[in-house]
């Protein structure tokens, strides 16, 4: 077993840290930071999130994380059911301690009409993470715990160092189950939140 695997594998809770970033920002409020503490933040090109009240800030993301969240947001638009909308960098809020913003999503059409700053939890059928150098161990053990535990059914993983391969967890109760990954150069078959099939690779390559 590869260490790579023991880590997709450990269900082991992992506390948010605050990423470096260039320049130098003076935020409002003190820790524990709330939903509504975001919301003063400046809009200065860094992602803010909050785990339990630590924040965790990450850069912008590159141009080609940007490519693989738009490849495969267009693939999920292209086979999704007219009720469900797949959508990019949307807040998604589980608690007034915990606001995440996942690379892309999939929620209700209805829904993109009716909220306003922040899905629930309840709203959300797929959650997906693009991973990069500075948020590897939070997409593999942060917020895939913390998606579990806020119930949401299907969480997807891109490693783009890995080819890229996609990663799939399905909740299994109150925590997901060990994921399942489709590499570079084989069509992954999925089921849920609809069918969708599509080879990992094509997140990643130039169009045309």
Known sequence: MTEGEIR?????TAMA???STTGSTVLPGVPPFTADDLLKFPDDGNRYELFNGSLLVSPAPTPLHQRVASRLCMILEAVAPLELEPLQTVNLRASDLDVWIPDVVVVPAAATESVGLMFAPRDIRLAVEVVSPSSRAQDRLLKAG??????IPVYWRVEMDEGPTLYVYELDGKTYAPPTAH???????????FPVSFDPADLMRRRG
């Open 8 to 12: 997709d594998n450990e269900w082991v």
């Open 17 to 19: 840290t605050t990423e």
């Open 146 to 151: 913390a998606y579990a535990a806020a119930g």
């Open 183 to 193: 590499k570079a150069g084989t069509v992954a078959e999925l089921h849920s939140p």
